[in-house]
């Protein structure tokens, strides 16, 4: 259920103003940084994905399996 709630970024970003405004002790602060720090965790997020799309899978060595 987490994990369906957290891809939405909207939602992340709502999580994550509500901490961020005890913290900050503002709301737009808190509203304004809950926004870029979604909008990296994203970026993040996608590269990430990219990279393991785009890594190859190490060949397999059946040399050491008698035929």
Do not use: H, K, Y
């Not at 369906?4 to 939602?11: E, M, Y």
């Not at 970003?13 to 994203?42: E, K, R, S």
């Amino acid at each position: 259920m987490w994990q369906a709630f957290l891809t939405r970024p909207i939602w992340r970003a709502f999580l994550l103003c509500i901490p961020l405004w005890f913290v900050l002790d503002n709301f737009v602060l808190a509203a304004l940084a809950a926004i870029l720090g979604t909008f990296l965790i994203g970026m993040l997020r996608e590269l990430w994905r990219l990279r393991q799309a785009q890594s190859p899978t190490p060949p397999t060595d059946d040399s050491s399996t008698p035929s």
